[in-house]
């Protein structure tokens, strides 16, 4: 009887394994697709906009030391590898729905997701391995950012007003 029982709950574990394994292939594919459709190639991985996306998959998602300076400081597009090492399913779903980043970060798209693609490109984003380091950390205003560096200019506002 105990025999049975134990080996009924191996059989179990074994198609969860079968069911996870059939959905991760359909989840990954998803979240690669989102990677590119939804743009966030073009900024999270190095040289994808120069370069017609032409980056090996190997590269995705490591962030960049592009610079993005306007009244906002200088901001930096992260290593998502990192930012989602850091966070379990449930806490990435949570903060991806409600997270205000800023510019020229279009956070409003991430919190539109669905949950099935939130989730398809946290499988995917973890699936890419060895995470690599950390995209340079933001300048606030009024600091000059190093090259290379995209720039907002904006006519200057008169004493006292704010943008
Ligand atoms: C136009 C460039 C651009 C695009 C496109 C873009 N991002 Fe970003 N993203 C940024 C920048 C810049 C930041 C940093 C914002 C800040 O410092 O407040 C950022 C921040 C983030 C963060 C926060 C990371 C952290 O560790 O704090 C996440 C998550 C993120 N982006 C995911 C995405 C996803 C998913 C997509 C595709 C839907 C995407 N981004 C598209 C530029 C971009």
């Known amino acids: 009887m105990r025999t049975t029982g134990a080996l ?28 590119v459709v939804a743009g966030c190639n073009d900024c999270h991985t190095s040289g994808f906009t120069t370069l017609g996306g032409k980056v090996p998959e190997t590269e995705w998602f490591k962030g960049d030391s592009l610079g993005y300076a306007g009244p906002w ?24 729905r ?8 279009p956070y409003w798209s991430l919190n539109t997701m669905s949950e099935d693609d ?10 890419l391995g060895d995470p690599g380091s950390p995209a340079p950390t933001a300048l606030p ?13 904006v006519p200057a506002m008169p004493e006292g007003t704010s943008r």
Do not use: C, K, Q
């Open 8 to 35: 009924a709950l191996v059989l179990a574990f074994l198609s969860t394994l079968g069911t996870a394994h059939a959905t991760d292939d359909a989840t990954l594919a998803r979240g690669r697709y989102l990677a």
């Open 141 to 153: 205003p009024g600091r000059e950012p190093p090259l290379p560096v995209f720039r907002l200019i």
């Open 118 to 127: 939130l989730t398809a490109l946290w499988h995917f984003t973890r699936s």
């Open 98 to 105: 409600s997270v205000v980043l800023r510019p020229p970060m």
């Open 73 to 96: 400081g200088t901001t930096y597009a992260p290593n998502l590898r990192l930012t989602i090492a850091r966070m379990d399913l449930p806490t990435w779903t949570t903060w991806a």
